[in-house]
């Protein structure tokens, strides 16, 4: 039952998290490869706030704001760039974040980790027992469906989509492409701000090997398995692939061979991006193409 | 002090040489084929490893044996991604492009981390003690770095100016319909095109790897360099791919005059930034 308890938490913080690329990817047509960094500046800001005691809420707020803000600044520059080289810039932004995470000792404690991070107290109620954190992790993940399903249904939405379609058409429209790809960026890293920070509370032990690109190319499955450009898309895909990773973890091997689990695992992950995209580059799920879309 | 600048200087040159060879083959692909090849580092990565295969206990082979055999291995890697993975997309969008490679990329490093682990590993040649000259220290292996990036350079060049496939590699890379009207052949281009970067790739890695050490996580973090040199230079433009890579193998070499060595990996991604912010006009974001 615990278990089954475990995998649902983890299956709806990804959901959360691949939700938010969505946006990007899905809707916007903008390939991050460097979601992971926010997921980790949420994680980090919020634990080390609550570690030196400030209540919940804020570092919650606190973490949100972080994460915008580097989505902001990340975005600046790097969507001047053209889609493939987007990629590659905001691959890159996520080892920096990894380094610094890893570097400045003084704050994060570098590799050793944040451990201890306290269960959340929101509303002077306190989420600690397992199925307390599964309600507050749905909450959070039903809050956060719903506002990228405002978002994407939203006439704002519609021009992302746009956008996404044909980018000189958009501006031929009188849209600002670029703002507008800023906008839904940092939308996005929100969202992965908020699901490092309900990551991070549940684990309560939090350190750089956490955010590497292991967790990148994860959470891009689940959207491409999924059905990058759909609402359900992305729960489809982190729940079957987070079952399958976490289950994993479960099975009982002897010890000499649990250290080629981990190679093993993704290397299957790597290949089923490259299968999807040879054999069914829509994902499970099919977008369904609206009328009226700049298409 | 002046031979600590000497020094530092040298140190970046040899860096940028290696960084240079990355770039050539990162911009050659992407001239030709249009995409930027994630998987790219893993070849650098690959190369290091299969010649530490060879060198290791069932073979052991001496250095010189084994330095073609491994530069073929990663040929066979490149020409097998693109027969296998590429050419069946080869229509595809750029975006398509871009998830495979990564997918790719992410099955090779782990691949490598299967064989040999994750540990870091180095070939176990005897450490030779630096010569001095003018106050500065250079060893051997530091000396045939440069040399053979100097010479691949230069036999690059003759290729890409003297011979017939450098020339079609050319024109399909200014033009694929133009080079198809004009009768060159595609797909033998396309061919060589991964013979020459997947070399490159692995020569370079095996330089890095005789010069520093071998771990699976290099494939990636020398792709983000070789990437910024390739920006720096101009996208799909070999000599600035040159240029760039000694750019950041010197900035990187400076650069621990003032930082904390554990960012000295950060220099690149700091330059692009620098290089996007003022001069946009470079790559811009328009266009699919």
């Known amino acids: 039952m615990d278990l089954f308890l475990h995998l649902s938490v983890m299956s709806l913080i990804y959901i959360i998290f691949a939700l938010s690329l969505n946006l990007e990817i899905g809707y916007t047509g903008l390939f991050n490869f460097g979601h992971v960094a926010f997921f980790g500046i949420g994680a980090y800001t919020s634990a080390l706030l609550t570690l030196h005691h400030f209540p919940f809420e804020i570092s919650l707020l606190v973490a949100l704001f972080l994460s915008g803000i580097s989505g902001f600044l990340l975005s600046l520059p790097s969507l001047r760039l053209r889609g493939d080289f987007f990629g590659i810039a905001t691959l890159g932004f996520g080892e920096i974040i990894r380094m610094v995470f890893q570097n400045e000792v003084w704050l994060t404690k570098g590799p050793m980790g944040l451990p201890g991070i306290p269960k959340p107290k929101l509303l002077s109620v306190r989420f600690a027992t397992l199925p307390q954190y599964l309600l507050l992790t749905l909450g959070f993940a039903i809050l956060t469906f719903l506002i990228l399903r405002g978002i994407i249904r939203s006439p704002f939405g519609r021009v992302l989509k746009g956008i996404r379609e044909d980018e000189i058409a958009a501006e031929a429209l009188g849209k600002n492409v670029y703002r507008f790809r800023i906008k839904s960026f940092v939308v996005g890293s929100i969202f992965a701000g908020l699901a490092g920070v309900l990551w991070g509370h549940y684990t309560t032990f939090i350190s750089p090997n956490d955010f590497t690109i292991i967790e990148t190319v994860l959470v891009l499955l689940i959207v491409v398995l999924g059905g990058k450009g759909t609402e359900w898309g992305p729960i489809l895909g982190a729940i079957l692939l987070i079952f399958f990773q976490e289950s994993l973890r479960f099975l009982r091997l002897p010890p000499e061979y649990s250290r080629y689990l981990a190679p093993l695992q993704q290397m299957i992950f790597g290949a089923l991006l490259i299968l999807m995209m040879l054999f069914r580059p829509e994902g499970l799920i099919k977008e369904r193409r609206e009328h009226g879309c700049l298409s | ?288």
């Open chain 2, 1 to 288: 002090m002046s031979s600590f600048l000497l020094q530092t200087i040298l140190n970046g040159i040899l860096a940028g040489c290696i960084y240079s060879l990355f770039a050539m083959g990162l911009t050659l692909i992407y001239g030709v084929l249009n995409f930027v090849n994630f998987a790219h580092g893993e070849l650098i990565m690959w190369g290091a490893y299969f010649l530490y295969f060879l060198m290791e206990k069932p073979l052991s082979l001496p250095l010189s044996f084994a330095l073609l055999p491994a530069l073929f291995l990663t040929v066979l890697i490149g020409l097998g991604s693109d027969r296998l993975i590429f050419k069946p997309l080869r229509k595809a969008n750029r975006l398509t492009l871009l998830i495979t490679s990564l997918g790719l990329s992410f099955l090779l490093r782990n691949g490598a981390q299967l064989f040999w682990g994750a540990e870091i590993r180095t070939y176990g040649l005897e450490i030779k003690k630096g010569m001095r000259f003018l106050g500065v220290s250079i060893t051997l292996n530091q000396v045939a770095i440069i040399v053979v990036s100097v010479l691949c350079i230069f036999l690059l060049y003759l290729f890409f100016y003297k011979s017939r496939m450098g020339k079609s590699m050319r024109a399909i890379s200014d033009d694929l319909e133009l080079a198809r009207v004009m009768g060159i052949p595609s797909d033998r281009t396309i061919q060589w095109t991964w013979v020459i970067a997947s070399s490159l790739a692995g020569l370079g890695g095996i330089l890095l790897a005789l010069d520093t050490n071998l771990h699976p996580g290099m494939g990636l973090i020398n792709l983000v360099k070789a990437f910024a040199a390739t920006l720096l230079g101009g996208v799909g433009n070999l000599w600035g791919a040159l240029f760039g890579g000694m750019i950041i193998g010197l900035a990187e070499n400076i650069s621990i005059w003032i930082l904390s060595p554990g960012y000295k990996d950060a220099i690149a991604f700091g330059i692009m930034v620098v290089m996007l912010l003022f001069r946009s006009s470079v790559v811009f974001s328009s266009k699919e």
